[in-house]
């Protein structure tokens, strides 16, 4: 499949790319094609927020149950084995709503619908490239707006900043394999996201490299050096990611992934979280938040439980 993006890049052909959690499950479809998959998808960073009356009701996971593995985690952090790892867990949730208006309904820079099987709907930018130039805009830190002063609350917090250092570290690290000259453009700034009834800010930033003329054909192998993505695992990323699949008792699927379009010029991508399942039961939504020695187990499962809405 890589060798497939690459020579769609080399053939300046857009289309439509699909990967899974692990980059094992990966899809590329010509946009030209698109029409015959039941597919929709929708990337516009100045869309306009419209209000709707839809919640979702959710049937989470016990508390004691999450802490049981917040615990697992800590003592991997404690012996060395991970830094920050991503616990993740997926909800039950009841809505009369189909994935089709699901899609239509939610607001959200990156938004795609998979068949009858999954839709996301994220804030979350994984990488653009654009005249040469490769970027990736990490997003660790969220906070209920409505707390006072939230902003500075969320900046001055030093386990939240612990935390997107590192994974600021992580992402530095994956653009130097793939391009040079690799920098921090902007550090720790703050995105307003409309989580359904609640106001949210989320803490990102923005990281850029070179790359040569000739990275269209060379995108799968781009795309196959950086996934799985690492805002979204931890770090070290393989040993983060080996304990994230003994200790989750599901699988992430989809769930956590990527998907973007090539244009045939430029390419733009976002990472597949706030992300509804559906399955033989009904709907699951999966959701977490990032873990280290400073975490707290209740304001994490309290965050896992905040990012599960319908913007």
Known sequence: MWDKLNSLGKDRKPFLFISDF?????????????????????????????EHPYELKKTPIEYSAYKKKFDYVQERIKNGDTYLLNLTAQTKIDTDLSLKEIFKLANAHYKLRYKDKFVCFSPEKFIQIHNDTISTFPMKG??????????????????????HIMVVDLLRNDLSIVSKNVRVEQFRYIINIDAGKKKLLQVSSHISGDLSSTWHENIGNILKN???VGSISGTPKKSTLDIIKSIEDYKRGFFSG?????????????VMIRFIEKNKDGYVYKSGGGITLDSNSKSEYLELLDKIYLP
């Not at 707390?147 to 030093?158: F, G, H, R, S, T």
């Not at 990527?258 to 976002?270: E, L, T």
């Open 142 to 163: 969220t906070i209920d707006a409505t707390v006072p002063q939230a902003k500075d609350v969320i900046l001055a917090n030093e386990k939240e900043m612990a935390e």
């Open 226 to 228: 950086i996934l799985p």
């Open 258 to 270: 990527v998907f973007g379009i090539y244009d045939g010029k430029s390419f733009d991508s976002g």
């Open 22 to 50: 692990e980059a094992k499950e990966l899809m590329a479809i010509p946009l030209d094609e698109l029409k015959n998959h039941d597919i929709e998808y929708s990337i516009n960073e100045d869309y306009k927020y419209q």
